[in-house]
């Protein structure tokens, strides 16, 4: 009342200053600060507050909150103002209200107390309604167990019914003694005899067989049961006529199905099939054609006694695997047939790796063990390729793809691949091929080959000829296993390597003092520059060969690898064909090495000039020495020798008559400039002694122009000199002029007026 008589009027809103035309708001707020925040049903305080402190300060917030309560103040104030009138009156409105209110409780009483009890007793119902619920659920579940156990027990007795139905069945088979009589009967088939052959007929043994699938199918029956039946005692106590009843029927089984292989009972052995796939017991049928039908037809083929081997025992298998292959055909096609038939539902079982392969396996094993062994390679080979080829043979009676992925998949084929130990083979050639080729390169001398073999490319040594074997060696039909071809590639690869580093060593060590000294290298030491003809020839030969024919015939043997193996193989081979054609210029440097020294021998008489024309009266030479004719007589021996006319090409001539021409002429260079410059150091010595002679006794200094100094007639005799070493150069097609060093030595022992001018 005292605000609202303060304030009896509403009054309009004062106008705003000058001031707060030109500034923010009265209300305006900061943009982190939302005032329709606090209308929201889920506001809370306190997460409000730690949310905005994260970035706003204390001090401001508490001053925007401030500022928002003083402008809520002052709305409210003016809601009071606006609507005075109204609120004044509301207290003369307001009559009689506890009446009203008591009147109006009394029904709302009423009505909670009946909302309570309608849930009490819908509480009581939905209880109930549970109880019933779990009730009716466990006698159901009684009740299926109940009828499981019914099932059980009628199963059992259907097939001990079905079981006594059987045309024939041998009453010892009860005792137990099942596969003592299954054994018997195997025998009696061996024998030629059948059990019942007089008696019953085809159709009794097929009437029985199709007992036997039925009886089988309730076994299934029955096992599904007792699976969902664990530890229940009613079937405990049926758990011994559950097994007498198995029992009989394994001993059925076997029997019809022997009896069925006997007569070659199509009908007969194939509801025993699927007898014996519905029990899932395929191992016993695969046992009992092994035993019945293969391990007499493999006896006959390779025999063998209880203790093993027979004596006098080949370890050759080709013949063996081509009887087996006959027998196959003729005594387990018509089962494979059978159980090969599409949508037969036999597929389940595999004759071939458990019965046939298990079969031969073992009697290999027995009557000859030595066919395993690699100790013998070449019968080992021929034994594992005609191996492979029979389990091809094998694999050519599988319908389908996925069979022959689950016949190699089979323990017996995994056991059978497991006797051929490649890897001790593959050890065995490695030596042997390698081997050879280590004994030849530890000759200490090169070994010319006498008798040329019409395979051996013209070789004319018997280490390249030894690597050229070597290496066909690795791929020959009688040697290689594709399985191994990447060790046989490893292989190639290294006697390429052990080749080259025979050569680059023999051809280092020759440089040393030592040579003889390096074990492997003594053939460098001695070799005289003919032998190395040879092997610049068989190098050449040999990398045509390995880049050629060679890396072709590779290529072929692996033509079903990918391209990308292809490519790898072919990248190899032609790295280790050119390292073979990267040491031709090492040995060319080896021959020009070795001309070059026997050059040296006849340059050393250049010694012989200055002792000629040294404090003599000698006039000027007129025509050459005679060491110039001795210089490249090695040099042109050599390329008149027989051997470079028969196995040096022209390419490798022109090489070797440059670098030797180069090499010899430079050493030329060498001698003579040093022989001119000592002459004339040594005349010009003389001459410095001479003048101070004379001018301590008096007499005139001068020198006759007739006089020709001893460095001159050096220099002349020089020049003649190799004015006919370039004649000589010339008749062996090198231009002396193109050398540098014959030019150094021109402009060393020329006259002053023939400087620039090469002419002989």
Avoid at 29 to 48: C, G, I, M, Q, V
Avoid at 255 to 272: K, P, Q, S, T, V
Avoid at 389 to 402: N, T
Wanted: with cysteine; aromatic share 8%.
């Amino acid at each position: 009342m005292a605000m609202a008589d303060s304030i009896p009027s509403p009054s309009p809103t004062p106008p705003r200053s000058a001031a707060d035309l030109f500034s923010d708001p009265l209300d305006s707020h900061p943009l982190w600060f939302k005032p329709t925040a606090f209308l929201s049903r889920d506001f809370d305080s306190e997460s409000y507050i730690s949310e905005l402190r994260t970035f706003v300060p204390f001090d401001a917030l508490r001053s925007e909150l401030q500022s928002h309560l003083s402008a809520l103040n002052h709305e409210l104030i003016d809601l009071i103002n606006r609507d005075y009138n109204d609120f004044v009156n509301l207290s003369t409105k307001l009559v009689d209200v506890d009446s009203a209110i008591v009147r109006m409780r009394a029904p709302l009483v009423e009505l909670r107390e009946k909302i309570e009890g309608f849930r009490g007793s819908v509480e009581a119902s939905l209880v109930s309604l549970r109880n019933g619920l779990k009730q009716r659920s466990e006698a159901a579940a009684a009740r299926e167990v109940l009828e499981l156990l019914l099932d059980t027990f009628h199963v059992v007795s259907k097939v001990e019914k079905l079981i006594k139905e059987l045309p024939t069945v041998p009453s010892d088979w009860s005792t137990g003694d099942a596969n003592n009589n299954m054994m018997e009967k195997a025998s009696s088939i061996n024998n030629g005899l059948s059990l019942q052959h007089a008696e019953v007929g085809t159709n009794l043994r097929e009437t029985q067989s199709m007992i036997l699938e039925r009886i089988a199918s309730e076994m299934n029956r029955l096992k599904f049961y007792i699976a969902h039946a664990k530890n229940l005692p009613f079937v405990e106590n049926m758990e011994k006529r559950i097994q007498n009843a198995s029992q009989l029927l394994d001993a059925s089984l076997s029997h019809c199905f022997m009896d069925g292989l006997e007569h070659r009972d199509a009908n007969a052995i194939y509801n025993c099939l699927r007898a014996y796939a519905a029990i899932d017991n395929t191992g016993n049928a695969e046992e009992i054609f092994r035993t019945a039908i293969v391990t007499p037809m493999i006896q006959k083929i390779i025999p063998h006694d209880q203790l093993g081997v027979v004596d006098g025992a080949s370890t050759e298998l080709e013949s063996d695997y081509r009887l087996i292959k006959q027998s196959i055909q003729e005594d387990c096609k018509f089962l494979l047939d059978i159980a090969s038939a599409e949508n037969s539902g036999l597929h389940v079982f595999d004759f071939l790796a458990n019965s046939i392969l298990k079969e031969v396996l073992l009697s290999i094993q027995k009557a000859k063990p030595g066919s395993f062994s690699p100790g013998r390679p070449t019968e080992f080979l021929r034994n594992y390729k005609t191996s492979l080829d029979f389990l091809a043979h094998l694999e050519g009676y599988c319908p389908s793809r996925s069979a022959v992925t689950r016949f190699r998949s089979e323990a017996a084929y995994v056991e059978f691949m497991k006797q051929w130990n490649l890897g001790v083979y593959f050890s065995l050639r490695f030596q042997e091929i390698a081997g050879a080729l280590d004994f030849a390169l530890s000759s200490t001398s090169l070994v010319p080959v006498q008798n040329q073999s019409p395979d051996g490319g013209n070789l004319t040594l018997k280490q390249s000829l030894t690597l050229l074997d070597s290496l066909r060696s690795c791929w020959k039909e009688d040697v290689l296993i594709l399985s191994c071809s990447d060790k046989f590639l490893r292989l190639s690869l290294q006697l390429l390597a052990r080749y080259s580093n025979w050569l680059s060593s023999g051809l280092a060590a020759r440089k040393k003092v030592d040579a003889g000294s390096n074990p492997g290298c003594e053939w460098a030491a001695s070799a005289v520059p003919d032998d190395f003809i040879y092997i610049i020839h068989d190098i050449d030969l040999l990398a045509q060969e390995v880049r050629g024919d060679y890396l072709r015939h590779i290529l072929q043997l692996l033509s079903s690898c990918s391209a990308e193996i292809c490519d790898s193989v072919k990248d190899s081979i032609l790295h280790g064909g050119n390292s073979l054609s990267d040491m031709i210029p090492q040995v060319i440097s080896t021959i020009i090495e070795a001309l070059a020294e026997k050059a040296a021998e006849e340059l050393r008489q250049l010694k012989g000039i200055t002792a000629t024309y040294r404090m003599t009266n000698k006039p000027l030479p007129t025509r050459h020495s005679p060491y110039v004719s001795g210089i490249l007589r090695p040099l042109k021996s050599l390329l008149d020798g027989e051997r470079a006319a028969a196995y040096m090409n022209a390419e490798v001539k022109s090489k070797l008559i440059s670098g030797a021409a180069t090499e010899i002429t430079g050493r030329y260079y060498e001698l003579a400039s040093e022989l001119v410059n000592v002459a004339r150091k040594t005349e010009s010595s003389l001459q410095r002694i001479r003048q101070g002679a004379q001018r301590r006794a008096g007499a005139s200094s001068e020198i006759s122009d007739n006089n020709v100094s001893d460095p001159d007639k050096i220099c002349m005799q020089l020049f003649l000199d190799i004015q006919e070493y370039g004649r000589n150069l010339a008749s062996l097609g090198v231009e002396a002029a193109d050398i540098p060093s014959y030019c150094s030595l021109w402009q060393c022992v020329a006259p002053q007026d023939r400087q620039n001018t090469i002419k002989f």
